[in-house]
């Protein structure tokens, strides 16, 4: 059974920092490319960050310079660092497996993150 599983969102001021996380499980982890998406309310799904099984990573203009994905395979684990944070990064946080292009079917119930003085 796959589980995807977000958590460490929260409320922070403009200019602040948070760390989400994806615990993964029922995956081949190491194998699998990785994405962080985003959508908030009223908007379409927004791709964040793209984290190849080797470590390479991409990042959505919108986040480039601010955001930093990572992952650990050991762990099954990856995260998005995220600063700087802005009102318009507002959105309900996902991870999923990202391989040519395309989300798997399975996911996880997402993390708030809110940004808001």
């Known amino acids: 059974q796959v589980q995807l599983v977000e958590s460490g969102g929260g409320l922070v001021q403009p200019g602040g920092s948070l760390r989400i996380s994806c615990a993964t499980s029922?995956?081949?982890?190491?194998?699998?490319?990785m994405a962080w998406c985003r959508q908030a309310p009223g908007k379409q799904r927004e791709l964040v960050a793209v984290i190849s099984r080797g470590g390479r990573t991409n990042y959505a203009d919108s986040v480039k310079g601010r955001f930093t994905t990572s992952r650990d395979n050991a762990k099954n684990t990856m995260y998005l660092q995220m600063n700087k944070l802005k009102p318009e990064d507002t959105a309900v946080y996902y991870c999923n497996t990202y391989n040519e292009g395309r989300y798997s079917a399975y996911w996880g119930q997402g993390t708030q993150v809110t940004v808001s003085s």
């Open positions: 029922g995956i081949v982890f190491g194998i699998n490319d």
